[in-house]
């Protein structure tokens, strides 16, 4: 008989602040935590609308907070529809009167030169990453904040070489981009979609998502401070429904959004008989799959990056693993034995593996997952990592004996949560692992180059990593197939979105 989620629960929770190296394992490491001293945040938090923060036309402000602590970290304000009308007539200005005038090489200089600021404020931009959106700093520090610079570095390089991107084309600027995206990559989420944009000659509407919204802000301060042309990237904040108006907004050209099918489905409805044009990237329910002949302890490590770090607040997220049967019993130990040394807590710690969940919302989301999938009779595996009392916290979770039809299985959960399936041919696994509505990214574990040949041209996934998981660079292609979205970010393939081709 399965243990129920809140037996299990009351199991893993013990007393106690945050504490950075809570967990119940052999290895024990003194707190690391990364000091706050050095960072500078604002009380409250106006409108970024041409080069200037403003205040909201309704005077509304809301919170965001600490999910690790849940306490408040600053007031940020409401963009209501004079806001956004403001916001995409400045980026209208700025692009007709000197972005799309500006030569392409100077274009680029400014490209640069927030490059350049990132990585001098990279310190400052990890630790609110980290504070405001629970992710363990060694994730905003080591990936989010230098992938985010890499990308204004990297399309930077392409504002004066678009003719070689497209050869024997002539690529133009679309106008004004609006650009809306999600809590868990926050910064990074904002550098895929402001670098391309700029660097093809548009301009930049972008909402940040309402629990995430400090660092898009401070990299705000960043472009101020670059002397970019006033209105050329435009940040304001406010959740769905100023989301809805920007997407609505007629002199709105472009529209790029990442977050979740249900809304993406809104998007292309709301945008449907317009000409704007439309990128999508959505939810993900991406497979793992080891094979027999794979090195099995780098395979697990690989699983546990792909699912665990960042509390499966990834959208490409390896959340469904198939493993063959003969080596079955041997992974299934050794991700447990793994999972026994993953600390969970404090997200400013620089030991701790798994930080905290993105909002209250969201760890009820897994939660009434959890509770599904011991109803719908898999077996509940969750690694004895001790739990702060206060905040967000989810212990990693195994789900085994799944199977296709479990909605554990086939929907998104967005958290720790890894569902476990067998197999035992190569058809196998690829029929199953096909059948999701989704088609992110999927990762292969295998000795033999054949086999990763035949699966990546196989697999209905916009990315299969083989050896690995979860590696990210400016210069490769992102998106999805299904209900994963359509159209490209990053690469040269990231740059189509953004122009018009005569
Ligand atoms: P969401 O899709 O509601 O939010 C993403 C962004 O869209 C936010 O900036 C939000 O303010 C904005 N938004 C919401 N409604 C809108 C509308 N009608 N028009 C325009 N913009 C709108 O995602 P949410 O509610 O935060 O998370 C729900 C689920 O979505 C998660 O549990 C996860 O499964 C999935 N998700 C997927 C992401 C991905 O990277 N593919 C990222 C975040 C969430
Ligand atoms: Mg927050």
Redesign the pocket.
Known sequence: MPKTISEKKSEIKTNGEIHPASHASKWNYAPSPESTDHIHLEKQYGLFINNQFVKPHSNKYFDTINPATEEKIADIAEADETDVDNAVKSAKNAYEKYWKKLSSKERGKYIYRIARMIQERSRELAVIESMDGGKPIRESRDIDVPLAANHFFYYAGWADKLEYAFPNRKPEPIGVAGQ??????PLL?AAWKIAPALACGNTVVL?????TSLTALKLAEIIRDCDLPPGVVNIIT???????V??QHPLVNKIA????????K??QK?IAGTNKKLTL????KSANIIFDDAPINEAVEGIINGIFFNQG???CAGSRLFVQESVYDEVIRKLKHRMKSLIVGNPLDKNTDIGAI??K??LE?IHYYLDIGVKEGATIYQSTSILPTKGYFCAPTLFLETSQSHRIVQE????PVLTIQTFRTVEEVIEKANNTPYG?AAGVWTDKGSKIFNLTSKMRAGVVWANTYNKFDPTSPFGGYKE??FGREGGLHGLLPYVNLR
């Open positions: 809306i995206i999600p809590w868990n990559f989420m909402k940040p998502a309402e629990t406010g959740a769905g429904k100023t989301g809805a920007l997407v959004f990442t977050g979740s099918t249900e809304v993406g809104i998007i709301a990237e959505l939810g993900g607040h990834v959208c993105n909002s919302s969201q989301k998104e959960i967005f958290g992110l994963s979205g």
